[in-house]
Structures are given as structure tokens and as C-alpha cells.
């Protein structure tokens, strides 16, 4: 598997208030000091992820998990892990500085940005020179869309007309929209069907959770939209790996979903399909 969107929680991240709701999911009562990237790791090879997109955090207060943080991680774990930047959109000339270090100098593979972070969605006229690095460096640009669990208000993940606009604006840039859209999640369909650039990634939900419309897409004519995706450690992949089969997805939905979509969105090495014996 390909996990398109995790991880690794930092105590400044943890221990912000908006993510007590995290937390009580977790069944925490409180942030732990450190979280080992050990753990981490373990989860993703538990459950036989060989690809893991790890996210940075930037938001009005600064970096929550700095991209230098994901880089050292990445480091340690070169095969395992690839980095998704964040930066800081009321510097709109400075993040693209650093979205093009993250690019050029520590390889990482996509740009992410949570507009309920920031309140702002993605029509926003800061977002728009990234939009067009992302185009010019060949990465896509990944959001969250949907309603929010942290406490944070939900209008900025909706999809029409926020992120449709985007979609129209910037033909060539590859979109992945993360945590499903719910409870706009026909809106989210409607743009992946119709925007030949625009993607959907499950993390955040479990397969037994995913609506049965998504599963329909799966299978169908979006059997080439959407990517598996975690949100680790809010959910762990061996948790969804036990759930998979029972989605009841064919042999080639199966596969693209849990890792060849993401491979071609993160240009990522695809796994080399079995002969037939």
C-alpha cells in the first residue's frame, strides 16, 4: 500500500487545543512528551504500507511540524517515508521560496495546505502563486476538503465553488483532496469526475466508514481517482488493512486504489504487477 496522507505527530502539534478532539479519539487525556518515530514506522510496515506520504504542518501560528522536522524524519527512512510541504500563505512570495527548497533541495513530492488551518479556502487569492509552482515544479497541491474534526470552522474545506474554482483556473494543476469531502462528498465526486487533474484520498476514515457512494466510485468510473490514505495516527493502517476486503473491489480497483493511484499523483516508483503464473 501507498499511505497518501500521515504523520508524524510532534508534542507542538499534539498539545494545541483545537486537537483535543484528536486526542479523546486517540483515548488520551493528554498530549504524550514524545511520540518515536519508531511507533510510526511500526504502524506503517504492520500493516505493509511500503510508501508513506508524510505531512508538514504550517499554520497563522507557525509551524506546527517544520519541514526540516519531516526531512530529518525522511532521513531516517528513506524508502519508507516522502515528504508533503507546508508553508505559510501570508507570506505568499516566501512560501514559494520554501515550497521550491522543499522541492529541489529535500526531494519532497507534493504541497499541502488545510484551509480551515488558516480559514481561508482555496479560491483565496494567496494560495495563487503556489498554485502555479506546484504546475511549474510538477507536484500536485493537496487540501483537506470536508467538514472539520479539530475545532475549526468546516465552510473553508467545502468543494463548489471553492476548490472548483481552483480546478477551473488551474487546468494543469493535480489536485488531491484528503478526508473524503463528507458532508459534500457528491460535490467532491462530481469535481474528481469531472476535472481530469483532481483526486480523492480516504485518510481520515476507515474503510468500513467510507460512504457507500465513494465505494461505488471505487469501483466504477473513479477506479482511477482515489488514493487510500490514513491520517495516521488518528487511524492506523492495519486497521484499515483488515477492512479492505470486505469494500468487495476487483483485482485492478483493488490495486489502484490502494497503491497505483497514488503512485502516479506523488510520481512514486509504482510495484512491479505480479506475472501470471
Known amino acids: 500500500m501507498i499511505d497518501a496522507w500521515m504523520q508524524h505527530m510532534t508534542p507542538a502539534l499534539l498539545g494545541h487545543p483545537m486537537f483535543a478532539p484528536l486526542l479523546r479519539w486517540m483515548g488520551l487525556d493528554g498530549p504524550p512528551p514524545e ?45 519508507l517515508f516522502v515528504g508533503a510541504a507546508a508553508v505559510d500563505l501570508r507570506r505568499p512570495m ?80 493535480v489536485i488531491g483532496g484528503g478526508h473524503i469531502g463528507c458532508p459534500w462528498l457528491d460535490e467532491m465526486i462530481f469535481l474528481a469526475t469531472r476535472h481530469p487533474n483532481v483526486y480523492i484520498d480516504t485518510s481520515a476514515y476507515v474503510p468500513r466508514r467510507y460512504p457507500a457512494a465513494l465505494v461505488d466510485f471505487i469501483k466504477g468510473r473513479g477506479r482511477r481517482k482515489v488514493l487510500f490514505g490514513t491520517n495516521f495516527p488518528m487511524i492506523a493502517p492495519a486497521q484499515c488493512a483488515a477492512q479492505i476486503d470486505a469494500l468487495g473491489l476487483d483485482d485492478e480497483a483493488r490495486r ?5 493511484n497514488a503512485a502516479r499523483v506523488f510520481n512514486l516508483d509504482p510495484q512491479p504487477t505480479p506475472e501470471p503464473s
Open 35 to 79: 511520540l518515536p518515530l519508531a511507533l510510526t514506522v511500526g504502524a506503517m510496515q504492520a500493516a505493509g504500507v511500503r510508501k508513506a506520504v508524510m505531512t508538514a504542518w504550517w499554520g497563522p501560528q507557525g509551524p506546527l511540524i517544520s519541514n526540516d522536522e519531516v526531512a530529518g524524519f525522511i532521513d531516517q527512512h528513506p524508502d
Open 94 to 173: 516566501e512560501a514559494v521560496r520554501e515550497l521550491r527548497r522543499c522541492v529541489d533541495q529535500l526531494g519532497f513530492k507534493a504541497l499541502r495546505v488545510l484551509p480551515w488551518l488558516w480559514e481561508l479556502p482555496p479560491d483565496d487569492r494567496r494560495y495563487y502563486p503556489l498554485y502555479a509552482a506546484c504546475v511549474d515544479l510538477q507536484i500536485p497541491f493537496c487540501l483537506q476538503v470536508g467538514h472539520t474534526g479539530p475545532l475549526a470552522p468546516s465552510e473553508p474545506g467545502r468543494p463548489i465553488p471553492y476548490l472548483e474554482r481552483v480546478a477551473l483556473d488551474f487546468p494543469e494543476l
Open 256 to 260: 489502484l486504489f490502494l497503491e497505483g
